[in-house]
């Protein structure tokens, strides 16, 4: 079992950055590959970013390529994203999402592939 909390959402003008944290409770954090997701009003939940146990192997959205990076932290069993260049087109509930199966590229980017959820975060972009 793990549990997900995420912080650091807010509301920044667009062209700002915020860094999105996601703590997970569990010795086994390690083992998962993790996710970001974001779910805008009247839309559905879309795939952000994703990165392997170690963070050696990454995926992102090409809505957010070269301006977002996912990194993580084993030692203190948290997962970033760090947002640059922020467009009102982010704004958004973000949420992360832990997965026990391997990091198998584009499969990473389906929310079926998560069984844990964290409760999201809100960012707002405004123009």
């Known amino acids: 079992q793990v549990q997900l909390v995420e912080s650091g959402g807010g509301l920044v003008q667009a062209g700002g950055s915020l860094r999105l944290s996601c703590a997970a409770s569990?010795?086994?954090?390690?083992?998962?590959?993790m996710g970001w997701f974001r779910q805008a009003p009247g839309k559905e939940r879309e795939f952000v970013a994703a990165c392997n146990w170690s963070g050696s192997n990454t995926y992102y959205a090409d809505s957010v390529k070269g301006r977002f990076t996912i990194s993580r932290d084993n030692a203190k069993n948290t997962v970033y994203l760090q947002m640059n260049s922020l467009k009102p087109e982010d704004t958004a509930v973000y949420y992360c999402a832990a997965t026990p199966l391997p990091f198998t590229g584009v499969a990473v980017t389906t929310t079926q592939r998560y069984d844990y959820w964290g409760q999201g975060t809100q960012v707002t972009v405004s123009s």
């Open positions: 569990g010795r086994t954090f390690s083992s998962y590959a």
